[in-house]
């Protein structure tokens, strides 16, 4: 269960930024994830859950954003989401793409007071 390392990173993160910038108590965290890092939102959640325990993260609201894979196409530039491991591009098909979203984790925000 990778989400349980990356939970903790995300963790220790906000909560070094929350004390730096004097938040004692944090009411929400968006994650953004992207559809290859091939986490379970509710691993996720299960791990901030048991992490957050006794921190000033406790209780708040993970908010979980998925992306889709997207690839674009380096000879017509065209934008698409690959079907299953297809990922020749379906305008040209050319087999030269590269991906511009799916492969995201991070904290995109987090409030508190």
């Known amino acids: ?4 390392a990356l ?6 993160t906000v909560l070094g930024q929350a004390e730096i910038h004097g938040i004692k108590k944090i009411k ?16 996720l959640e ?9 921190t000033s ?5 993970l908010v979980i954003e ?10 017509c530039n065209h934008t698409f989401n690959p079907k299953k491991l297809k990922y020749s591009c379906p305008e040209c098909t050319s087999k030269l793409t590269e991906i511009i979203s ?3 984790f991070f904290v995109e925000y987090f409030e508190g007071d």
Do not use: W, Y
């Open 102 to 104: 799916g492969r995201e």
């Open 7 to 12: 939970v903790k990173e995300l963790l220790d």
């Open 66 to 75: 998925n992306r889709s894979l997207q690839l674009q196409c380096r000879e």
């Open 28 to 43: 929400n965290i968006k994650v953004v994830t992207g559809e290859l890092t091939a986490t379970m939102p509710e691993a």
């Open 57 to 61: 993260a406790d209780g708040a609201n």
């Open 46 to 54: 299960f791990s901030f859950e048991t992490l957050s325990h006794n």
């Open 1 to 4: 269960m990778h989400e349980f």
